[in-house]
């Protein structure tokens, strides 16, 4: 697994497609629904007629967690929901990578958030850790 300031990925020896059932099969075993899925590739392709690689965004909600979050912190809800996103790099090689919400809520100074976030990201990266 791979760590960036702001999130957490791995390469995965699956297609794109392939991925994408997965990392969803993966998210529900660990509470999360999708409730947002973004097609970027076809997004910029209606809007700008450009073509994109693939590439999508779930908008990834774990309902306990979002709630105790929401509780915690009103405006919270515009973190919300957690973003993974499923592409293939430029080399066709099939990424999954997903926020890191330690990261995310640090822009909060709230500390009841901290062990929110720190339960949904161990959530996240056995979600990345498992594909």
Known sequence: MMSTAYGFSKFVDLSYEKALEKVT???KKEGFGVLTEIDVKETL???LDVDFKKYKILGACN???AYEALKSE???????PCNVIVYENS?????VAAIDPIASM?????ESLGKIAGEVQKKLKN???NL
Not at 74 to 80: A, D, S
Not at 91 to 95: A, F, L, P, Y
Not at 106 to 110: D, I
């Open 25 to 27: 099969e993966e998210l």
């Open 91 to 95: 080399e066709g090689k099939t990424v």
């Open 74 to 80: 009103e405006q919270i809800g515009l973190m919300l």
């Open 127 to 129: 979600v990345i850790e």
């Open 45 to 47: 392709k209606k809007k």
């Open 106 to 110: 640090q822009a909060v100074k709230n």
């Open 63 to 65: 309902p306990p967690f």
